[in-house]
């Protein structure tokens, strides 16, 4: 039988699934493995206590707990080690592809923080970040769904704002724009703001803000095109594919070659 206490409410609720952290994915999938190994046995229990502030039980609890730490680490030095995020990602543990491994590092190391990268890193924040996208929403999404998401998290699209960047066309101006007014076709501009796409933009933002609390403000990039909001954090992977979903349906909607 295994009994979990944590005066952490944030560990137990990303324990019960009901958070979501990006940082401490792998961890928790850990935890959540260990816990349900036994599961048509016994019934795993987690419990909240309150922090070990001057309460003597729990005070002593954390003595033990830390003193086991430093036992583990001393035995294992391995585990003292925190994850550089700007080394290269080299073990294959988590079941990323080498292929993937091998692109991840080029575009992490890449000396050049040119305006894609830049892009990029605005909605794939990091390595943590990269492992889960890759794993709990790539694998999910079919060719197509594939091919725009990357496509519009790459920052590689058909829009003026790169299509210029890349000395393809002159102009960085969206069609939007009157005379003598600058308005880059930007992905951020096309997704959140573009008026020749308002109406196909209602349906994609009535779609996604009963995630967010109901406020359109709260709609960013990240949270289109990862299914992913720092501030709510309770998004089920379900409804982030929906979102995703969404927003390919409005790239469709809008008839752009992305
Ligand atoms: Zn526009």
Redesign the pocket.
Known sequence: MIFTYSDCKFVINCIKGKWKTIKYYFKIKEIQKIIIQDLYNNIPEIYWIKAHNKIPGNEEADKLAKEARIEAELKQPKLLKSINKNKLHTNNNDGLTDEFINYWNIQWTNPFKNEFDKWTKSIIKNINESNWFYKEILLRLNNNELRIICRLISGKVCLNYYLNKMKIKNNKN???AKENEK?D?TIE?YLLE???YKNYRIILFNKVKKYVGNDENEINCKLLLTGFHNKFRYISLDNQLLIIRSTIQFVLNTNKKI
Do not use: K, R
Request: overall charge negative.
């Open positions: 969206c069609d939007c308005i076709e501009h573009c008026n020749i």
